[in-house]
């Protein structure tokens, strides 16, 4: 069974950084696709940023583009998200998560087979 734990929120100005982490457990990491993805109460989940394993292929929701990064350590079983320019609009819960058989439905919650429980980021302004 895969665990992820995600780490690294907090509370930063607008303006400010944040880099998340999210550790993997349980299967071969460098197998797995892996996603980022937010969540506001009363909103639905909504993707972020992914990347896949077979040729490490990245994607970005429009918002983010520019401003966060997605990237592994195979070695460490991690996958981050670097978050630059950090506006109050990316407050929220980020979440990360794995997906054996990422294609090109990465930016779709119900493809992804394990979460992690989640770490609050706040931006004030």
């Known amino acids: 069974q895969v665990q992820l734990v995600e780490s690294g929120g907090g509370l930063v100005q607008a303006g400010g950084s944040l880099r998340l982490s999210c550790a993997f457990s349980g299967r071969s990491f460098s197998m797995y696709g892996m996603g980022w993805f937010r969540q506001v109460p009363g909103k639905e989940r909504e993707f972020v940023a992914a990347?896949?394993?077979?040729?490490?292929?990245?994607y970005y929701t429009d918002s983010v583009k520019g401003r966060f990064t997605i990237s592994r350590d195979n070695a460490k079983n991690t996958v981050y998200l670097q978050m630059n320019s950090l506006k109050p609009e990316d407050t929220a819960v980020y979440y990360c998560?794995?997906?054996?058989?990422?294609?090109?439905?990465?930016?779709?919650?119900?493809?992804?087979?394990?979460w992690g429980q989640g770490t609050q980021v706040t931006v004030s302004s």
């Open positions: 998560a794995a997906d054996r058989f990422m294609g090109m439905r990465y930016s779709v919650v119900d493809e992804y087979d394990y």
């Open positions: 990347m896949r394993w077979s040729d490490s292929s990245t």
